[in-house]
């Protein structure tokens, strides 16, 4: 009778795989290679989804294949997630009969189908799932509880609902810190998504002390790449702050892990934030050397938040030297890009600088427009922090027109983060650009 290694590498060749494409996203080519030489053997659960993608049964595998017990079928669901496979785990999922597990267990089916239906893109079933999760969670298990309001906090978070997001993930450091061997690493991707949200709600100051937390935490972890990503949220939030030189630093130390891990995507996000911090610093050209660098590299790659991020970032920069023309084709192509991958911030963002270059193009129509359009994505998801930020931008635009008390009005806003009267002030604006006509 043939190997396991001599049926996978058969099962392989048949279905015209190389190693590194059954690999993919589940192991190695260097593991794959191992198991076919009989050198090492692939846990229950991994060889479940390699058995999945071949079109074979595990029984092809092994003579006396145990039955399909919910503990391993959700094994390979979680892998098949990790791999990019979220229709797969969902089908491995709906082997399980869920009344027929412990409530911890049935728990945790359900918060694997959560995750999975997001991976999916079935986003709102996603998060309803994960919550009926949290309600079937046992209270004497801290861990499964603290694993679903990490999801959901993550979940809420993409869906730009920042405030709702914060209460989840405060309820899952709740259950970690109530955890006999909390993860670390969950804890450390809870608090950065605390501190996420804290800075897209305008709270800066509270943001730089959740990810100081959970670089701490990553760093006792010894996770690189939560270490990576701390360190690149600290020089954001260190430029905000101010902090040049502390931006530069955490930048540095971010890109320098993401390197070492072979994480191209993500370093795309650390340059763009040094680009940001050297022209604060007067550096234009380093700032654009590091700006086209991300952009070309996130057009390459389809990484369409890289292309978003730096394109509007290119398009103030030429905003700023009077370049018109290039300000309005990058400030579009980011906006688009931002459509693309639903982020609202960094499509408002790009649309007010599309709007400022309008303006000084004398068509104030046009950017009286754009910044009603910015306003409403960032209301509408409480995004205070950019909100501050285009405030800021369009009192630019109205000083520009010699129109002070409207410029006083929107710079007062950007200081106080205090929106109320902003209908008004963007009303008020308009009619003074048309010389007291005011279209309903």
């Known amino acids: 009778m043939n190997s396991l290694g001599e049926r996978l590498k058969a099962a392989r060749v048949a279905q015209g795989l190389t190693q590194e494409r059954l690999a993919a996203g589940v192991a190695t080519k260097g593991f794959i290679s191992q198991v076919e030489h009989n050198q090492t053997t692939p846990s229950l659960p991994r060889l479940r989804l390699l058995a999945e993608r071949l079109g074979r049964p595990l029984s092809y595998f092994l003579d006396n294949a145990p039955p399909a017990d919910s503990e391993y079928v959700m094994k390979a669901a979680e892998l098949a997630v990790k791999a990019g496979e979220p229709r797969r785990a969902l ?4 082997e399980i009969a869920e009344d027929e597990l412990a409530a911890d267990e049935r728990a945790e089916a359900r918060r694997l189908r959560g995750v999975a239906l997001r991976a999916a893109g079935r986003h709102s079933q996603g998060l309803r799932t994960l919550q009926e999760a949290a309600a079937l969670a046992p209270a004497d298990n801290p861990e499964v509880s603290a694993a679903i309001y990490a999801e959901i906090g993550a979940a809420l978070g993409e869906q730009e609902l920042f405030n709702a997001s914060v209460e989840a993930s405060l309820r899952a450091v709740h259950w970690l810190d109530r955890s006999r ?3 670390l690493d969950i804890k450390a991707r809870v608090l950065t998504n605390i501190a996420r949200c804290w800075y897209q709600l305008g709270r800066t100051a509270e943001a730089a002390t959740y990810f100081e937390q959970a670089l701490a935490v990553a760093t006792d972890g010894e996770s690189l790449v939560r ?4 360190h690149m949220s600290l020089g954001i ?3 905000a702050l101010g902090d040049l030189e502390a931006a530069k630093r955490h930048c540095d130390q971010a ?6 891990l072979g994480q191209e995507r993500v370093a795309n996000e650390i340059l763009n934030n040094l680009g940001d911090v050297y022209y604060a610093q007067g550096n234009v050209e ?3 050397r590091l700006q086209r660098q991300c952009l070309e590299r996130g057009r390459r790659l389809k990484e369409y938040t890289a292309v978003a991020a730096s394109a ?13 023309d ?7 192509e980011g906006q688009a890009a931002a459509e693309h991958s639903g982020n609202h911030v960094f499509q408002a963002r790009a649309i007010a600088l599309e709007g400022m270059a309008a303006d000084r193009q004398g068509r104030h129509d046009v950017a009286d427009r754009s910044f009603r359009r910015a306003f409403d994505l960032l209301r509408a998801r409480s995004a205070f922090a950019e909100m501050a930020e285009t405030c800021a931008r369009y009192s630019d635009v109205l000083r520009e027109r010699r129109d002070a008390a409207g410029a006083l009005t929107l710079m007062r806003m950007a200081y106080t983060r205090e929106f109320d009267g902003l209908v008004s002030a963007l009303r008020a604006a308009r009619r003074n650009a048309q010389g007291g006509r005011i279209s309903r």
């Open 312 to 324: 509007a970032e290119l398009a103030r920069y030429a905003l700023g030297a009077g370049e018109l």
């Open 91 to 94: 089908a491995l999922l709906d």
């Open 286 to 288: 380093e700032a654009r």
């Open 255 to 260: 890109l320098a892990l993401h390197r070492r």
């Open 326 to 332: 290039e300000a309005i084709a990058l400030a579009r």
């Open 181 to 183: 061997h909390p993860d």
């Open 237 to 239: 939030t260190s430029r």
């Open 227 to 230: 270490m990576a990503k701390a």
